[in-house]
């Protein structure tokens, strides 16, 4: 059996089948019961207005017995009664109560006054279990029909009841198992390599919850195909052009159509080390993935660090460009990185902030947060990044603008992803927020040093601004 509708439908239909037996059972014990004790109501007074009428015509209990026993159907209805006057002494009854005896004070106790108008004619009570009627004695004809319609009624209850719980079984069945159909023939067209899938999501329960992470992962595998495609295709690109430039110089000069110079030799030395640089940049990312990146960590003044990046590229805007400020406190817990990764990534950063910002004031700044977090921050007044831009910044050979072609000392698209892959090295997190025309920030959160260094001092922001000369 290894369908699952069948399954649930045969699990309902057992549910629906015990539920309809086990009432069944008991609405025809409770109805044969519940006749029984009509009827023993109902004979007690048959009997007692017999007695009434009889002790009225008669004017005493002489005979009483040739009564009870010789009509119909009062010999059935006084088979356990003890009847006595108003004396005690039984004038009817069974062992152990003759006719003849005295009833003692607890009989009397227990036994009932028979009245009529009001007057003690005698007293009765009865021995034993009440008598039950059998049905298949003519005289109770009507009971026993009304007993079978009843039983009738409920078998045909019980069978409807399981045709019910059949088409409710076989209805839900089918609702459950047809998601779970769809992400099996889903998942199996996956696995043919048809990765643009997608189910339908009927409910909001589990099975609907796991269909919306079918989706997702759909999704998300979508994108990673594609973006793997794209940076294949964007690799290409990136060592087709040096190399393009090598194979023209190198068979120039082999061919004597060039004559080798030092500026030849200049340029194509540039490419190679840009064929370098680009290998150095796949192999980082690459250990980053495979969680191997080695990293000399040590307790580093965040201020120490922002001061490094920020002296690094004094000279590029000692004559024209924008400020370069450092803000951060004194007294900030120094953080557990590698220094070498961390200038890396600070340096990478201003780089993209002068490249983008003409005039204005690149700022470094640095701050404590909660949880053991440091925050750095890297904003500029650049021209900003486009809101479309903004989800894949970090993205391999990601470019804002895809038609541009390599420009001498550009980037090939890495470096922002080799910052975040160091970043996380480190435990940390990087995000950026932006606006067309106004400026970019790049913050930065990574954990203190196990043991906190503090640095006395003022709470004052430090300024390192470069100096410019002017003719």
Same mark, same amino acid.
């Given at each position: 059996?290894?369908?699952?509708? #069948?399954?649930?439908t045969?699990?309902?239909?057992?549910?629906?089948? !015990? &539920?309809?037996?086990? *009432? +069944? /059972?008991? %609405? $025809?014990?409770?109805?044969?019961?519940?006749?029984?004790?009509?009827l023993?109501?109902?004979?007690?007074?048959?009997?007692?207005?017999?007695?009434?009428?009889?002790?009225?015509?008669?004017?005493?209990?002489?005979?009483?017995?040739?009564l009870?026993?010789?009509?119909?159907?009062?010999?059935?209805?006084?088979?356990?009664?003890?009847?006595?006057?108003?004396?005690?002494?039984?004038?009817?009854?069974?062992?152990?109560?003759?006719?003849?005896?005295?009833?003692?004070?607890?009989?009397?106790?227990?036994?009932?006054?028979?009245?009529?108008?009001?007057?003690?004619?005698?007293?009765?009570?009865?021995?034993?279990?009440?008598?039950?009627?059998?049905?298949?004695?003519?005289?109770w004809?009507?009971?026993?029909?009304? #007993?079978?319609?009843?039983?009738a009624?409920?078998v045909?209850?019980? !069978? &409807?009841?399981?045709? *019910? +719980? /059949?088409v %409710? $079984?076989?209805?839900?069945?089918?609702?459950?198992?047809?998601?779970i159909?769809?992400?099996?023939?889903?998942?199996?067209?996956?696995a043919?390599?048809?990765?643009?899938?997608?189910?339908?999501?009927?409910?909001?329960?589990?099975?609907?919850?796991?269909?919306?992470?079918?989706n997702?992962?759909?999704?998300?595998?979508?994108?990673?195909?594609?973006?793997?495609?794209?940076?294949?295709?964007?690799?290409?690109?990136?060592?087709?052009?040096?190399?393009?430039?090598?194979?023209?110089?190198?068979?120039g000069?082999?061919?004597?159509?060039?004559?080798?110079?030092?500026?030849?030799?200049?340029?194509?030395?540039?490419?190679?080390?840009?064929?370098?640089?680009?290998?150095?940049?796949?192999?980082?990312?690459?250990?980053?993935?495979?969680?191997?990146?080695?990293?000399?960590?040590?307790a580093?003044?965040?201020?120490?660090?922002?001061?490094?990046?920020?002296?690094?590229?004094?000279?590029?805007?000692?004559?024209?460009?924008?400020d370069?400020?450092?803000?951060?406190?004194?007294?900030?817990?120094?953080v557990?990185?590698?220094?070498?990764?961390?200038?890396?990534?600070?340096?990478?950063?201003v780089?993209?902030?002068?490249?983008?910002?003409?005039?204005?004031?690149?700022?470094?700044?640095?701050?404590?947060?909660?949880?053991?977090?440091?925050?750095?921050?890297v904003?500029d007044?650049?021209?900003?990044?486009?809101?479309?831009?903004?989800?894949?910044?970090f993205?391999?050979?990601?470019?804002?603008?895809?038609?541009?072609?390599?420009?001498?000392?550009?980037?090939?698209?890495?470096?922002?992803?080799?910052?975040?892959?160091?970043?996380?090295?480190?435990?940390?997190?990087?995000?950026?927020?932006?606006?067309?025309?106004?400026?970019?920030?790049?913050?930065?959160?990574?954990?203190?040093?196990p043991?906190?260094?503090t640095?006395?001092?003022?709470?004052?922001?430090?300024?390192?601004?470069?100096?410019?000369?002017?003719?």
């Open positions: 059996m290894r369908s699952l509708t #069948l399954k649930l045969l699990a309902f239909l057992l549910v629906g089948l !015990i &539920g309809s037996l086990l *009432v +069944a /059972l008991i %609405v $025809g014990f409770r109805t044969r019961s519940e006749v029984d004790l009509f023993s109501v109902r004979d007690r007074t048959i009997l007692l207005n017999a007695l009434r009428s009889y002790h009225q015509a008669n004017g005493g209990w002489e005979g009483v017995e040739q009870l026993e010789r009509t119909a159907p009062l010999d059935f209805y006084s088979r356990n009664l003890i009847l006595a006057d108003t004396n005690g002494i039984v004038v009817y009854g069974r062992r152990p109560y003759l006719p003849g005896r005295q009833l003692g004070r607890s009989a009397i106790a227990r036994a009932e006054p028979l009245r009529s108008d009001g007057d003690i004619i005698g007293y009765f009570f009865f021995v034993g279990p009440p008598p039950l009627p059998v049905l298949s004695d003519p005289r004809a009507a009971e026993a029909a009304l #007993l079978q319609r009843l039983a009624a409920t045909l209850s019980a !069978i &409807g009841a399981t045709v *019910v +719980a /059949l %409710v $079984g076989v209805v839900l069945a089918r609702t459950l198992t047809r998601p159909r769809e992400l099996t023939a889903a998942t199996r067209a996956m043919q390599g048809r990765l643009d899938q997608r189910v339908t999501v009927r409910s909001r329960d589990e099975i609907g919850e796991l269909a919306q992470a079918f997702q992962m759909s999704a998300d595998l979508g994108q990673a195909i594609q973006a793997r495609r794209q940076m294949t295709a964007d690799l290409a690109h990136d060592l087709r052009t040096p190399l393009s430039i090598l194979r023209g110089y190198t068979e000069l082999q061919d004597g159509r060039i004559n080798g110079s030092p500026g030849i030799y200049q340029v194509m030395h540039g490419e190679v080390e840009h064929l370098q640089r680009l290998i150095d940049d796949l192999r980082l990312l690459s250990l980053a993935d495979a969680g191997a990146l080695s990293l000399n960590r040590r580093v003044d965040p201020r120490a660090l922002l001061e490094r990046a920020a002296l690094a590229h004094m000279v590029q805007v000692e004559d024209h460009g924008p370069i400020r450092v803000e951060a406190s004194d007294s900030l817990p120094a557990w990185v590698d220094t070498d990764r961390m200038a890396q990534v600070l340096n990478n950063l780089a993209n902030a002068l490249r983008h910002t003409q005039e204005g004031e690149i700022v470094l700044a640095a701050r404590e947060a909660e949880n053991q977090r440091i925050v750095i921050d904003r007044t650049g021209s900003g990044i486009a809101p479309e831009d903004l989800p894949h910044i993205e391999r050979f990601y470019r804002a603008d895809p038609a541009r072609t390599r420009e001498s000392g550009q980037s090939a698209g890495l470096g922002l992803a080799i910052a975040k892959a160091i970043v996380e090295a480190h435990g940390g997190t990087i995000s950026v927020t932006s606006t067309v025309g106004i400026g970019t920030t790049f913050t930065i959160t990574l954990p203190v040093a043991s906190p260094e640095h006395a001092g003022p709470q004052t922001a430090s300024y390192a601004r470069v100096n410019r000369s002017h003719p």
